[in-house]
T-cell receptor, first 111, second 115 residues
Framework: QKEVEQNSGPLSVPEGAIASLNCTYS??????FFWYRQYSGKSPELIMF????GDKEDGRFTAQLNKASQYVSLLIRDSQPSDSATYLC???????????FGTGTQLKVEL | EAGVTQFPSHSVIEKGQTVTLRCDPI?????LYWYRRVMGKEIKFLLH????????ESGMPNNRFLAERTGGTYSTLKVQPAELEDSGVYFC?????????????FGEGSRLTVL
């Protein structure tokens, strides 16, 4: 079992729709959860982080965390073609800044 | 403010040769990390420097890999001798000591191809 699992996609959504990206993790000691966006050939860029159960909203992005189910998701509202990228889920155990990544989900927002 | 810069962006070498990758973190960032992504796999942690000291090198695959951060500024990652399975994208990231979110700023990576 992978430590952080994501569906590789591609996930295709029409412009203006809600994109839902999901991630599960195996280490119950994980305390911090991150979503990075990576355009092809570019650096991963942090877009959201969440520490506590529940929802966290930032603009068009909402991160959701359920520690009991070991599940974290990212919702992107009003999806735009510029949102087309690979979204990487990453988790961090307590202490240090060592991230464990999933393989990423490719999102395609179609006109 | 300049971001994390990595050099070279792409290196093609033959098996058995040596390659040195360089990372310049964001100025003032004490924490520097090396990660690697091999084809089709997830990005994996290699090691973590705090200033010039190795804080965690648990992800280094074997003794063919040597990372240094002399003076606590830029870092180099040397692979000697390179093997086919070393091919991949090597990412460097940095963060400020006091970063509350643990946010890492990544470079665009150095793509290594070993033939």
């Amino acid at each position: 079992q992978k430590e952080v699992e994501q569906n590789s996609g591609p996930l295709s959504v029409p412009e203006g729709a809600i994109a839902s990206l999901n991630c599960t993790y195996s280490d119950r000691g994980s305390q911090s959860f991150f979503w990075y966006r990576q355009y092809s050939g570019k650096s991963p860029e942090l877009i959201m982080f969440i520490y506590s159960n529940g929802d966290k909203e930032d603009g068009r992005f909402t991160a959701q965390l359920n520690k009991a189910s070991q599940y974290v998701s990212l919702l992107i509202r009003d999806s735009q073609p510029s949102d087309s990228a690979t979204y990487l889920c990453a988790v961090m155990a307590g202490g240090g800044n060592k991230l464990t990544f999933g393989t990423g989900t490719q999102l395609k927002v179609e006109l | 403010e300049a971001g994390v810069t990595q050099f070279p962006s792409h290196s093609v070498i033959e098996k058995g040769q040596t390659v040195t990758l360089r990372c310049d973190p964001i100025s003032g960032h004490d924490n520097l990390y090396w990660y690697r992504r091999v084809m089709g796999k997830e990005i994996k942690f290699l090691l973590h420097f705090v200033k010039e000291s190795k804080q965690d090198e648990s992800g280094m695959p074997n003794n063919r890999f040597l990372a240094e951060r002399t003076g606590g500024t830029y870092s180099t990652l040397k692979v000697q001798p390179a093997e086919l399975e070393d091919s991949g994208v090597y990412f460097c990231a940095s963060s400020h000591k006091a970063s509350p979110t643990g946010e890492l700023f990544f470079g665009e990576g150095s793509r290594l191809t070993v033939l």
